[in-house]
C-alpha cells in the first residue's frame, strides 16, 4: 500500500513519452528477510542490475516512491538528486512547476527533507557515473486519480520531454 498507484504514475509516464523505459520492483520493501526486496538499498537485484545498464547508456532516471499521508504531512511531494547535493535545472524547474500548481514540495538539495533518498543506491552510481537521476517521493493525493496526480504527471512529463529534447 505504501506505492499504491506509484506503477500507474510511471506508465503514464511511458505512455507520454515513448522511447523511455520503465523498470518496476514489485513487491513491497519490507518483504522477504533483512528487507531483501528494498531494492533501492540494495545492489544485488536485477533492479539495479538495470538501472546501472541506463545509466551506462546515458539513460536519465526517475526514481518514483510514495509515501503515507502521515509519513510527511509537510509536503505533498519530496524532490532530490539522492546522494548529490544539488540539483539540474531542469529539477529545479520541476519542483517550481509543482509549487506552481499547488504542491507542497521539499527540495532535497537545498532543505533537510525526510524520504529524500540521499542513501539510495541507484542515487549514489548516478552521482558517481555523473548520471541525471532524481528520486521522487509522492504523498498519496498526488498519485493515482484526482487533480494533484494530475498536476504530479504533468509536471514529472514536462520534465521528461525536457530530457528527452535535450
Avoid: I
Wanted: charged residues 30%; contains cysteine.
Amino acid at each position: 500500500m505504501s506505492d499504491r498507484h506509484t506503477e500507474e504514475l510511471g506508465v503514464r509516464l511511458l505512455e507520454d513519452n515513448p522511447g523511455g523505459a520503465l523498470v518496476l520492483a514489485g513487491a513491497h520493501r519490507r518483504a522477504g528477510r533483512e528487507d531483501a526486496a528494498d531494492v533501492a538499498h540494495r545492489e544485488d537485484s536485477a533492479f539495479h542490475a538495470t538501472v546501472l545498464e541506463l545509466q551506462k547508456r546515458g539513460v536519465p532516471g526517475v526514481q518514483l516512491h510514495g509515501f503515507a499521508e502521515s509519513t510527511e504531512d509537510r509536503y505533498d511531494a519530496v524532490l532530490s538528486t539522492g546522494a548529490a547535493q544539488s540539483a539540474p535545472g531542469e529539477v529545479v524547474a520541476l519542483a517550481d512547476r509543482l509549487e506552481t500548481d499547488g504542491l507542497r514540495v521539499c527540495r532535497g538539495w537545498s532543505a533537510r527533507c525526510r524520504l529524500e533518498g540521499r542513501t539510495n543506491v541507484q542515487g549514489k552510481a548516478a552521482q558517481r557515473r555523473h548520471a541525471t537521476f532524481v528520486h521522487v517521493e509522492l504523498a498519496p493525493d498526488a498519485r493515482g486519480d484526482g487533480p494533484e496526480a494530475d498536476e504530479a504527471a504533468r509536471g514529472l512529463s514536462g520534465l521528461l520531454t525536457t530530457w528527452a529534447e535535450g
